[in-house]
């Protein structure tokens, strides 16, 4: 494989990643409202990465603001 066809292989598989990421934050965000346990201010988040076949097992960790009442 070509490092071209690497990287948009690599691009493909992180938008695929990031676009059902949100959707899945935002569905659980609007879940959490509608029963009426939306947390104020932020909550932490973490994500793992692993790829067994070559050992990597990356976490990532943040803090996303949650919506205000509208």
Do not use: C, Y
Not at 11 to 33: D, N, Y
Not at 34 to 44: I, K, Q, R
């Amino acid at each position: 494989m070509s490092d071209e066809a690497f990287n948009m292989s690599l691009r493909k598989f992180l938008k695929t990643v990031g676009v059902t990421s949100q959707k899945e934050i935002e569905e659980a965000v609007r879940a959490a409202r509608d029963a009426g346990e939306l947390p104020s201010g932020h909550v932490t988040a973490r994500m793992v990465l692993k790829i067994e076949s070559i050992g990597l097992d990356h976490e990532v960790a943040g803090e996303i603001e949650m919506p205000g009442d509208t």
